[in-house]
């Protein structure tokens, strides 16, 4: 059972200042009051990061090559202009727990989660997931998430994201 949750909000003026030094897409620098965690005791993660619109959602979450990799798409977008220097008008909070991860192996063994102290994440947007003229399309990136080896060489039209830090 899925526990992946989010939330939209308009960015405060805290917000701003943990971000002001960020892209979209980006995680907050450790320490401030919007840092993203993962809870080693009960395996919960929340990952905060700005974005210029209420428009976005997250799709699929995967750990490859001990990096998780979080999918996100945009709900009207048929763009492909770039977001991560747009205004940082929104932040979205995300929450997932290890069993939300995909894995190339999954159902095979059990999810690792990397065992230092920071966890390396990317937050991967591409218009191609939700253009209506591509359906479809998601399949096919899932499946380059899937397979590590195809990864290579595999970049989206928007990327930010960060470290995390694992507590207790």
Same mark, same amino acid.
């Given at each position: ?30 320490? %401030?009051? $919007? ?11 929340? #990952?905060? !990061?700005?974005?210029? /619109?209420? *428009? ?22 048929? %763009?492909? $202009? ?11 909070? #995300?929450? !997932?727990?290890?069993? /939300?991860? *995909? ?66």
């Amino acid at each position: 059972m899925s526990n992946k949750s989010y939330s939209i909000r308009q960015t405060t003026s805290n917000q701003l200042n943990d971000f002001s030094t960020k892209k979209n897409l980006d995680l907050a620098k450790k320490n %401030s009051g $919007s840092t993203s965690y993962y809870n080693h005791n009960n395996g919960e993660f929340k #990952l905060v !990061f700005p974005i210029p /619109d209420n *428009l976005f959602r997250p799709e699929d979450i995967f750990l490859v090559k001990n990096t998780i990799w979080i999918l996100i798409s945009h709900v009207n977008s048929t %763009s492909d $202009s770039a977001r991560d220097n747009q205004k940082k008008d929104y932040v979205m909070t #995300l929450s !997932f727990n290890k069993e /939300d991860i *995909l894995t190339p192996e999954k159902g095979e063994e059990e999810i690792l989660i990397p065992t230092s102290k920071e966890i390396n994440c990317v937050i991967y947007y591409d218009n191609r997931i939700n253009s209506k003229w591509k359906r479809g399309t998601i399949e096919k990136i899932t499946n380059h998430f899937k397979n590590p080896k195809e990864m290579e060489g595999f970049e989206p039209n928007d990327h930010g994201g960060g470290i995390i830090i694992k507590i207790p």
